[in-house]
């Protein structure tokens, strides 16, 4: 359990003062510094949920995984925005599905992604082992579910705040009550 930290002032102009400017400093650094590393704890969450249902899914299609996918996940900041992305040419077609099977169990965000089915008979291709007929795979949705397990998981968000206060708020407190 961690030590409490106790913010204490006296009640004289000069001690609402130093209360202030404690408030006005953590605001400015601390506060900042908090949120980073709560997108910082939150995007990895995130990453492994994805690579977990990824894992688990693709390894039930009947082919064996090359871990390529599971391996090509980035994580990215655009200011106060993390971004889990998958940098694997193939990702998208696993995520969202693709001719007549993905289709007919199109992705919740799809059309507002802007992924088309391009729904035919079947096409062949090259797997570079050789030449395969397909009519299309369903989708396997692992970074969608990912992010919908992990705005559920109240239990494991409340835990990563708790971390990130500890890393970052408690310690620059007690650094300062010193």
Do not use: C
């Not at 910082?40 to 871990?67: D, I, W």
């Amino acid at each position: 359990m961690a030590d409490k930290v106790v913010l204490t002032t006296d009640l004289s102009p000069e001690g609402f003062k130093k209360l202030a400017q404690t408030l006005n400093d953590m605001a400015n650094g601390t506060l900042k510094r908090f949120s980073n590393r709560m997108i910082t704890l939150s995007m990895r969450e995130l990453k492994q949920l994805a690579r977990n249902n990824l894992e688990s899914r693709v390894g039930q299609t009947g082919y064996a995984p090359t871990g390529t996918m599971a391996n090509s996940f980035q994580i990215l900041r655009q200011g106060n925005v993390g971004l889990l992305i998958n940098t694997d040419e193939n990702s998208a077609a696993v995520e969202f599905g693709t001719g007549i099977p993905g289709a007919s169990m199109a992705h919740p965000v799809s059309g507002e992604q802007g992924w088309t089915y391009g729904v035919k008979e079947g096409w062949v291709y090259n797997d570079g082992y050789g030449y395969w007929y397909t009519h299309g795979q369903t989708g396997k949705r692992f970074m969608y579910d990912a992010i919908i397990q992990f705005k559920e998981s109240n239990g494991n968000f409340q835990k990563l705040a708790i971390q990130a206060f500890n890393d970052v708020i408690a310690k620059e407190l007690r650094s300062k009550s010193k």
